[in-house]
């Protein structure tokens, strides 16, 4: 069974860090693009970013580009969106999901990320 | 970046109903659309693919048509668990991006 784990959300202030983690299970990890795509409670979804099977070719969205950074660790079977400079309007659930090419086919449940000072 | 425009953005339907959504690409998208389903609290969950493809595990109640530009969703049968919102979504071109979602209520 394909099982995503999304970990590392939480509350942090205005021009903070934050790293999400993302560990995937039951499937060829290594195999697969991976991406990162948002929710602001309430509203729609929203693409980040995107990482080649092998880490080598990543993609990011104008509204983060300079500021997250996504990245995978194939060994570990994890996915990583490193997040700098966060603003107010990052507040959002984040989704790690496995992309068979560009097909968004299995999604985590999410981490909550808010931004307040 | 491609816009993609659903409607209706809601719809009240009774159990039973035959439901359909439509998106709209702004430009041509092949089929390189997909359609999502999520209930609140949860995450998307994929439905289609290809524009017309099942996802593995879906039920055949869920059907996908279109290509180009326009696209729709069918769902026959409304049973109480397909209450929820859906979203379409392009994958012809990054960014990637979705429609603004359909939810599906019980009239």
């Known amino acids: 069974e394909v099982q995503l784990v999304e970990s590392g959300g939480g509350l942090v202030q205005p021009g903070g860090s934050l790293r999400l983690s993302c560990t995937a299970s039951g499937f060829s990890f290594s195999s697969y693009w991976m991406h990162w795509v948002r929710q602001v409670p309430g509203k729609g979804l929203v693409w980040l970013s995107r990482i080649d099977s092998d880490g080598s070719r990543t993609m990011h969205a104008d509204s983060v580009k300079g500021r997250f950074t996504i990245s995978r660790d194939n060994a570990k079977n994890t996915l990583y969106l490193q997040m700098n400079s966060l603003r107010d309007e990052d507040r959002a659930v984040y989704y790690c999901?496995?992309?068979?090419?560009?097909?968004?086919?299995?999604w985590g449940q999410g981490t909550l990320v808010a931004v307040s000072s | 970046d491609i816009q993609m425009t659903q409607s209706p953005s809601s719809l009240s339907a009774s159990v039973g109903d035959t439901v359909t959504i439509t998106c709209r690409a702004s430009?041509?998208?092949?089929?390189?659309l997909a359609w999502f389903q999520q209930k609140p609290g949860k995450a998307p969950k994929s439905l289609i693919y290809a524009a017309s493809s099942l996802q593995s595990g879906v039920p055949s109640k869920f059907s996908g048509s279109g290509s180009g530009t326009d696209f729709t969703l069918t769902i026959s049968s409304l049973q109480p668990e397909d209450f929820a919102t859906y979203y379409c979504?392009?994958?012809?071109?990054?960014?990637?991006?979705f429609g603004g979602g359909t939810k599906v209520e019980l009239k």
């Open positions: 430009q041509d998208i092949n089929t390189y």
């Open positions: 979504q392009q994958y012809d071109n990054y960014p990637l991006t």
């Open positions: 999901t496995r992309g068979t090419g560009d097909h968004l086919d299995y």
